[in-house]
């Protein structure tokens, strides 16, 4: 059974870094691609950025791909959120997911994918 899970979060000013870490295990970590998603309070849930079980083939959301890099150590079974330049919109819940495929597809993920319990993000202003 896989598990994911999520560590990094917490507190920042805006302007600051934190790096998100999720731990996956109980499949083999190749054979999937992985993604980060985000729920802010009162808000839906929304897609923030995915790699493909490689690594490559990374795409994010509009309003964090200058800022935010998805990158994964395929032999840790690990794959890292770092965010930059944070702003007070993206304090959120964040979930890293597993895709059940090898290339990463929101709608597939975000309704069939493996879920990590999530870690708090919280930039103030």
């Known amino acids: 059974q896989v598990q994911l899970v999520e560590s990094g979060g917490g507190l920042v000013d805006a302007g600051g870094s934190l790096r998100l870490s999720c731990v996956a295990s109980g499949r083999t970590f190749t054979d999937h691609a992985m993604g980060w998603f985000r729920q802010a309070p009162g808000k839906e849930r929304e897609f923030v950025a995915a790699?493909?079980?490689?690594?490559?083939?990374?795409f994010y959301k509009e309003s964090v791909k200058d800022r935010f890099m998805i990158l994964r150590d395929n032999a840790k079974n690990t794959v890292y959120l770092q965010m930059r330049d944070l702003k007070p919109e993206d304090t959120a819940v964040y979930y890293c997911v597993q895709d059940p495929r090898e290339y990463f597809d929101v709608l597939r993920a975000s309704a069939t994918g493996a879920w990590g319990q999530g870690t708090q993000v919280t930039v103030s202003s």
């Open positions: 790699c493909s079980w490689s690594g490559g083939d990374a």
